[in-house]
């Protein structure tokens, strides 16, 4: 489980990814040396692997006087001899380094390192490390068990959908949450009363908010239809931008045009408790018999939620946010938790492409349910060769 | 029965009123009882701690205004503890509003240490965007992704910044949240960086960094003011440290309303079963 | 037609990022920095069409004077008084901008955080109910989890270890299911991120253009 959840993060980070900065700064060696410490020893260096470039890695032996340091520095020349210059310290008995100071690619560099006390005594120099150079990578070796993973991954969904368009029926169990949708609007329709839809506090680029934005177009589709007013108060304004165009979008797919009003979808303010306090504020005042919670939400999930409890609301909330899921359980009606989340807008819509969708990230949750099991079972056993394989 | 029914058809407001209550009284009146100190807490502490010449604490302020009186406390005591062990201190936010925040901690904790001086045992570094980019900037070079501290001198001027590059000087990052801020650290810090990385948390937000816990992606972890409590005690014992606990002093007042919740909660379903029987 | 220009931008975007995800050369660091620009270029534009539209909501108020527009002047006389004061004064240490934030902006947003406290009790009482069994489980572990994490139920039942039965439901039972609802959420992610490149789910676009 612990690979599985590493690996989790792993496909998170996709879209973010960043490297390293140049660097410079040396300072000479000019400071007088002592034999009564015992060097480090075994200076290795080598290219940082995975890496964009310009930077070697440095390890050493601890010295045997370890306890009697502050720490260590490191020396870098580019003749085995001479010419060596300080590049960094590192602390009492740690004994690796990241060398990134002024590094030029295809370079070769030797190091030394010596101990120094508290009082600036130092050991002699290690002997020097054997030559190295730095050059840029490109392929990161350490993500070989993700570009296996993810053509595997894509398989699936793209064999569930073909099986899916072919006609193959497919299922899907029932969640309440988003058969009560219908319910809820149906209310507001009949008590004249508007619908306030709050998708989540977070920011476009949140999948959580795409998804909401998915549930939007489902349920705006129905407020037009109805002609029943949709409050959609935002915190973000890029996400004001997609929501209005959503709302638009629905409006016109209903032959209502004139439905769609700017001043119903708009941005409150980007402040999370101001936004939380603004929301409870429509709630007390424009009192909408339907609430609807989905997307991202953090500590004001509570207090939008005991707000519309006390406003007597229908509430529906719907979020992958584990925390908040208890607050919502307790005040809302009807909970959408985690993947359901994802699985709305096919829900809803019964688009077999969507439906196969879900189906194939069923197929890839059995794949990664099969491979725990057997990692716990050879685990278990003694044998780590199935952990080793998302290390 | 009458009373019963009563009773669970109350208004909202007077548990509103008795929570108030139960909140103001023990800090009218500390009871000043014992915290029991658990391994997240240990954990966090003994790497402070250890902590060896030459490398720093780093403690970023992610949070805001809002989650103050519940992150405060354990921001307070860390520093405390820091400038006590003479470790030095980056300071940091990924939060516009976190700097501010640091600032006015480092004024607290000062007063104790007014030896203490910027640029030699500590470093308040300004508010950069980019979130996670800040992290792996620094990762990559401190000195690149901050040129300047907050007051705008340069950091290569700075001697307690001369030796620290990146993360490999860094014995241990903290970051203070009430969000998910926490995870980031972990995904950038700790998993791209191997740096050692813990969480201050609200206690809403404690449960989610279990998980992370036991892979030792966190290496601790402090929880609300139960954990800010912990840590006031461990510095207390052991630093034999006299400050004001108040993350203990606010425990008095969770010890309150915890025992009234569970009162409530019991007589609800007490009721609920008399009702229950009473229409069959 | 309308839709085909973004789609196909996504699912190149896409595609390009998964790709830059496995190289760690320096020419994909440089890409993904000039990602990460252009994504802080285009949301200035954005903030501004937000107040814009913060604007015109509460300027129709006014001028149609419906209910409550006097609170809208509140919201225009303190955005302009506050800016103000920061242009003339500036917002340094001690200055008054700063003295608002640190006396207004922060009591607020610590009141309305704190207000959580008393919708956790009154949440608590009406819903902590042992109306099934998985209910009841529900309700013994809060109230065990609820004590041990105070230090009167610790010093009441510290022979008992209530504190470290507290940190075992939490490093375990909890942690159990809050993986399992993660990698549902972690598959759901990545699924609904390849529908949207794909162009299979289009709802963020509006829904049209089937």
Redesign the interface.
């Given at each position: 489980m612990?690979i599985k959840?590493?690996e989790v993060?792993h496909i998170?980070?996709i879209y973010?990814f960043?490297?390293?900065?140049p660097?410079f700064?040396q300072e000479s060696d000019t400071l007088p040396l002592t034999q009564k410490f015992a060097p480090p020893l075994d200076v290795r260096a080598f290219d940082t692997p995975n890496d964009a470039g310009k930077s070697i890695t440095v390890q050493w032996n601890l010295s045997p006087d370890n306890s009697l340091f502050?720490?260590y520095e490191i020396y870098r020349s580019e003749a085995q001899d001479t010419g060596y210059q300080y590049v960094?310290?590192?602390?009492?008995?740690?004994s690796?380094?990241?060398d990134?100071?002024g590094v030029k690619d295809n370079t070769p560099y030797y190091y030394k390192v010596r101990g120094r006390t508290?009082t600036y005594e130092y050991s002699e120099f290690s002997p020097p490390s054997s030559s190295t150079s730095s050059s840029p990578q490109w392929y990161h070796k350490g993500k070989t068990n993700v570009l296996i993973g993810l053509p595997l991954f894509i398989f699936l969904i793209f064999w569930a959908v073909f099986q899916a368009k072919m006609g193959k029926p497919l299922f899907i169990r029932k969640i309440d949450g988003l058969d009560s949708l219908e319910e809820a609007v149906g209310r507001a329709t009949e008590m004249g009363k508007p619908v306030l839809y709050v998708p989540g506090t977070s920011f476009i680029s949140d999948i959580a908010t795409i998804a909401s934005m998915n549930i939007l177009s489902q349920v705006a589709k129905k407020t037009a239809e109805y002609n029943t007013p949709i409050i959609v108060p935002n915190r973000d304004p890029i996400v004001m931008s997609v929501a209005q165009e959503v709302v638009r979008e629905a409006a016109i797919e209903k032959g209502r045009p004139d439905y769609y009003n700017p001043d119903r979808v708009f941005f409150l303010t980007s402040s999370?408790?101001a936004y939380a306090a603004g929301v409870c504020g429509i709630m007390t005042r424009e009192k909408p018999a339907t609430n609807l919670f989905i997307g991202m939400f953090?500590?004001e999930s509570l207090l939008l939620a005991e707000t519309g409890n006390?406003t007597g609301a229908i509430q529906i909330a719907g979020t992958d946010a584990?925390?908040q899921l208890p607050f919502f359980v307790t005040a809302c009606d009807y909970t959408i938790m985690g993947e359901e989340l994802y699985a709305a807008s096919a829900y809803l819509s019964k688009n077999p492409s969507l439906v196969g969708g879900i189906k194939g990230q069923d197929y890839n949750k059995l794949v990664i349910f099969i491979f725990l099991a057997l990692g716990t079972i050879f685990g278990l056993l003694g044998n780590n060769f199935i952990i080793n394989l998302f290390k | 029965m009458n009373l019963l029914n009563k009773f669970m058809n109350m208004d909202?407001r007077w548990?509103?009123l008795?929570?108030?209550i139960c909140?103001i009284i023990p800090f009218l009146i500390p009871i000043g009882?014992?915290?029991?100190t658990?391994?997240p807490a240990r954990n966090i502490y003994e790497k402070i701690d250890n902590?060896?010449?030459?490398?720093v604490v780093l403690l970023s302020f992610d949070y805001?205004?809002?989650?103050?009186?519940?992150l405060y406390p354990m921001t307070i005591t860390i520093l405390n503890h820091c400038f006590n062990r003479n470790i030095k201190v980056i300071l940091m936010s990924l939060y516009m509003q976190g700097i501010?925040i640091a600032?006015v901690a480092l004024e607290d904790v000062k007063r104790e240490f007014p030896e203490k001086k910027e640029g030699i045992d500590y470093t308040l570094l300004p508010y950069v965007?980019?979130g996670?980019?800040v992290i792996?900037?620094i990762g990559?070079?401190i000195?690149?992704?901050f040129p300047t501290d907050y007051y705008g001198t340069l950091i290569?001027s700075l001697p307690m910044m001369r030796?620290i590059?990146?993360f490999?000087?860094i014995?241990l990052a903290i970051s203070f949240s009430?969000?998910?801020v926490s995870r980031t650290w972990?995904?950038?810090a700790n998993?791209r960086y191997g740096a050692n990385v813990a969480a201050g948390v609200?206690?809403?937000?404690?449960?989610?960094n279990?998980?992370y816990?036991?892979?030792k992606?966190l290496i601790g972890m402090l929880g609300g003011l139960?954990g800010a409590?912990e840590y006031e005690n461990l510095v207390e014992k052991n630093l034999k440290l006299k400050t004001r606990k108040a993350a203990c002093i606010g425990?008095?007042a969770?010890?309150a309303?915890?025992?009234?919740?569970?009162v409530?909660?019991?007589l609800?379903?007490i009721a609920?079963?008399a009702g229950r029987r009473r229409k069959k | 037609m309308r839709r085909a220009g973004p789609l196909k931008l996504c699912l190149i975007g896409g595609i390009v990022m998964i790709i830059q995800f496995f190289i760690p050369h320096r020419f994909s660091k440089n890409f993904f920095d000039e990602v990460?620009h252009w994504l802080?270029v285009c949301g200035v534009p954005a903030l501004v069409i937000g107040y814009y539209s913060i604007f015109h909501v509460h300027w129709t108020k006014i001028r149609r004077k419906r209910e409550g527009w006097g609170y809208s002047i509140i919201i225009f006389v303190a955005v302009i008084v506050v800016a103000l004061i920061g242009f003339i004064w500036g917002v340094g240490?001690n200055s008054v901008f700063?003295k608002i934030?640190?006396y207004m902006?922060?009591?607020m947003?610590?009141t309305?955080?704190?207000l959580?406290?008393?919708y956790?009790?009154?949440a608590?009482?009406?819903s902590?109910?042992?109306?099934t069994p998985e209910a009841t489980l529900l309700?013994i572990v809060?109230?065990v989890v609820?004590?041990g994490?105070?230090?009167?139920?610790?010093?009441v039942f510290?022979k008992l270890k209530l504190?470290n039965l507290v940190?075992w439901i939490?490093?375990y039972p909890?942690?159990a299911a809050?993986?399992g609802i993660?990698l549902g959420v972690g598959l759901g992610i990545m699924a609904t991120s390849l529908k949207i490149m794909l162009g299979i789910e289009r709802g963020w676009l509006g829904g049209a253009g089937k």
């Open positions: 612990y959840f590493k993060q998170k980070i973010l960043f490297f390293a900065f660097l700064a502050s720490g960094g310290y590192m602390g009492r008995g740690i690796t380094i990241r990134n100071r508290s999370q408790f953090w500590a006390i584990v925390t | 909202r548990i509103y008795i929570t108030a909140v009882l014992p915290t029991y658990t391994p902590t060896s010449d030459g490398q805001d205004a809002a989650v103050l009186p519940e501010g600032q965007p980019g996670a980019l792996l900037g990559e070079d000195h690149k992704t290569d030796e590059r990146n490999d000087q014995s009430g969000g998910g972990v995904t950038y998993q609200t206690a809403v937000m404690a449960a989610e279990y998980p816990l036991q892979t992606q139960k409590a425990m008095d969770q010890s309303v915890h025992i009234m919740m569970i409530f909660i019991v609800a379903n609920y079963f | 990460v802080i240490e700063m934030y640190q902006t922060m009591t947003q610590a309305m955080f704190s959580l406290g008393f956790m009790a009154s608590a009482f009406r902590f109910k042992a109306r309700l809060a109230l609820m004590f994490r105070v230090p009167i139920g610790e010093s510290i504190p940190e939490l490093m909890n942690m809050q993986r993660g």
